[in-house]
């Protein structure tokens, strides 16, 4: 079966080491991570984003939803961890699977290269990257505005 991605970019009026901070602060994941809930409860993402450090997808009572591990970190240029719900089976993952950040700042501007996946491994895997695909849509809307310092909006 052919490998299945979420591949997304969006250019944001900032520096990287703004966007870094918007994507990796407990703060600010706080306020664009709760789209992967659906409108669901509040969740921000906890780690120290060096290589082989957990990444915890917490809960408002603390609770981890979502872990995974740091598996590349260059700041403010790349950032990928894999990603397991824990309720959930661990499928095997290649280098590139999880969540990847690319960075790359031109003339005081950032692109934001997004991906996510594999999930071919996954039983329905098709609706869940079509889900994926959408919540990344909303969750990038909410990371720009973020880091262009113009808040956020629902």
């Not at 609770?63 to 894999?82: C, D, S, W």
């Not at 699977?97 to 991906?115: M, N």
């Amino acid at each position: 079966m052919p490998k299945l991605f979420v591949e997304k970019s969006v250019e944001i009026n900032a520096s990287a080491r703004r966007v870094w901070d918007v994507l990796t602060s407990r703060a600010t994941t706080a306020e664009w991570a709760s789209e992967f809930t659906a409108g669901g409860p509040a969740l921000r993402i906890e780690s120290d984003w060096l290589i082989g450090s957990p990444v915890l997808w917490k809960d408002q009572k603390e609770h981890v939803i979502v872990e995974g591990v740091v598996t590349a970190a260059q700041p403010y240029a790349l950032l990928r961890f894999t990603v397991f719900d824990v309720r959930g089976e661990r499928s095997p993952v290649s280098p590139e699977d999880g969540i990847t950040y690319k960075l790359t700042e031109r003339e005081g501007k950032t692109v934001l290269w997004i991906s996510q996946g594999d999930f071919s491994t996954m039983v329905d895997g098709g609706k869940y990257r079509d889900l994926s695909d959408d919540i990344w849509d909303r969750a990038l809307t909410r990371i720009q505005r973020l880091a262009e310092g113009r808040g956020v909006t629902k």
